[in-house]
């Protein structure tokens, strides 16, 4: 039952509305930084390995251990460092919206005390908190809830780039495929290494933070 509610989660179906988010690839493509099947590369390459392999998986991978604790100061502590470290306003305000989507959901689905608390406790959840804290109280593993955040960040992110590139359905799928191949080695240095979240992104960074003065958008980030 644990995975068909990890699957639900993960879903594109499932309302947190990530499709409005490109974190930051549109600027980048606006710009000419990613104009091509290589720099797109790059630039997933960097999510993983970045900021989800130094930022949002520890978070993800701590957020889970404290909600699993029942450690609720852990968790506020977390998501307040979580928050602080997107230096783009953009980005914090949709990592907190999709964040809140996602556990208000969840709870009215799923209902759970730790998820309720988690409400309660929690101004402004952030999304790799609250994808830990579905993982958590749905009996989901605390690794294999890294590995699905990942997938879910991952496939964002190449579905914001199949509307704002030339790039097409085969190619952009391959490029996801590849790159997933790597997700459960980055998990395992995450477990191995157990540390706070870090974030030093600052390409990624100043296109989110660009984002807001493009003439017109299709991404509110």
């Not at 980005?91 to 989507?101: D, P």
């Not at 294999?144 to 879910?152: G, I």
């Not at 590139?165 to 190619?171: A, E, F, S, W």
């Amino acid at each position: 039952m644990s995975q068909l509610k990890l699957l639900h989660l993960c879903d594109s179906l499932f309302p947190v509305g990530a499709f409005a988010f490109s974190d930051g690839l549109e600027s980048a493509t606006s710009a000419g930084i990613v104009s091509s099947a290589e720099d797109l590369r790059a630039w997933i390459d960097a999510v993983l390995d970045e900021a989800i392999g130094h930022a949002e998986g520890p978070a993800v991978w701590r957020a889970w251990q404290a909600f699993h604790d029942r450690d609720w100061d852990a968790l506020a502590a977390l998501n307040d460092e979580v928050n602080a470290l997107k230096p783009a306003a953009s980005a914090r305000r949709s990592s907190r919206a999709m964040g809140l989507r996602l556990l208000t959901t969840w709870q009215a689905l799923h209902p759970d005390p730790r998820l309720e608390h988690a409400l309660a406790r929690l101004t402004h959840p952030g999304l790799p908190v609250a994808f830990a804290g579905a993982c958590a109280c749905s009996g989901v593993g605390q690794r294999e809830s890294v590995e699905a955040f990942a997938y879910t960040r991952l496939a964002a992110a190449i579905s914001a780039a199949m509307r704002l590139m030339p790039i097409g359905q085969t190619d952009a799928h391959a490029l996801l495929a590849r790159t997933l191949a790597r997700v459960p080695q980055v998990v395992a240095a995450i477990a191995d290494r157990d540390a706070d979240p870090e974030s030093f992104t600052p390409a990624m960074d100043i296109t989110a933070m660009s984002q807001q003065y493009l003439h017109s958008r299709l991404f509110r980030s």
